[in-house]
């Protein structure tokens, strides 16, 4: 297999980590969507990441179809979502959460830095978005005493959320406030300091 994307990405990341914790050999190549676009096109239209080329040339796109595909592959007994029920909807609801969040960081990024002129009122929207979630899932994790959010064993809600957090806190320094939200805050951390977080990692660095 063959992933697409670089680490800097919350979708890219959350793939790669799983792909490490299923135990997947995969070759990655770091393709920006803005500076490799042509070479990501062939594979994915939408020019965008991730994107898994599978050993057959089958291009599998958006990091939600991406992992269903990896849970497949790795079985129920591994996966790292519950198979069906009320637990595979708390955990897709998560997981719709955190990439929310993500996307809502993504796109300030880009209104920072593709448009001339800002709009204050599109920015505002965003970041009343991004920490409206933040909010939900704050009061929604502290309450749990389990090592993550569903139970000793890590999922993809759990990945995504830590993906995206560290996204927010590297592409918008100082809009994620610890002491607001100190459950995120210390899941956040327990995350990154397992394997294989700190190992697929890519500094976000703020185009000028």
């Known amino acids: 297999m063959i992933l697409i994307g670089q680490y800097d990405s919350p979708f890219v990341r959350r793939v790669a980590i799983a792909l490490h914790l299923y135990g997947l050999d995969y070759e990655h190549r770091p393709w920006s969507t803005f500076g490799d676009a042509e070479k ?5 239209p939408l020019r965008r990441v991730p994107t898994l080329l599978l050993d057959d040339g ?13 849970d497949e592959v790795a079985g129920p007994d591994r996966a790292l ?7 595979r909807r708390a955990a897709l609801k998560l ?4 990439t929310g969040l993500a996307d809502k960081a993504v796109s300030l990024v880009y209104e920072r830095v593709l448009h001339p002129e ?15 979630v933040l909010d939900a899932l704050e009061a929604d994790r502290a309450p749990r005493a ?14 995504a959320v ?6 927010v806190r590297e592409a918008h320094p100082g809009l994620f406030d610890p002491a607001r939200w100190p459950a ?5 951390a327990r995350c990154e300091a397992m394997e294989p977080f700190p190992g697929v990692i890519q500094v976000f660095i703020p185009p000028a």
């Not at 800002?118 to 409206?132: F, I, K, L």
């Not at 995120?184 to 956040?188: F, P, W, Y």
């Open 118 to 132: 800002v709009s204050p009122a599109w920015v505002e929207r965003c970041r009343t978005q991004v920490a409206g």
């Open 162 to 167: 830590a993906c995206a957090i560290r996204f």
């Open 81 to 87: 979502i519950p198979r069906a029920g009320p637990g």
């Open 184 to 188: 995120l805050e210390a899941h956040a």
């Open 95 to 98: 997981c719709a959460l955190a």
């Open 40 to 44: 990501i096109a062939p594979h994915n």
């Open 58 to 70: 089958e291009a599998l796109i958006e990091s939600g179809a991406i992992l269903d595909h990896l």
């Open 146 to 159: 389990t090592r993550f959010w569903f139970g000793d064993k890590i999922g993809h809600g759990d990945i």
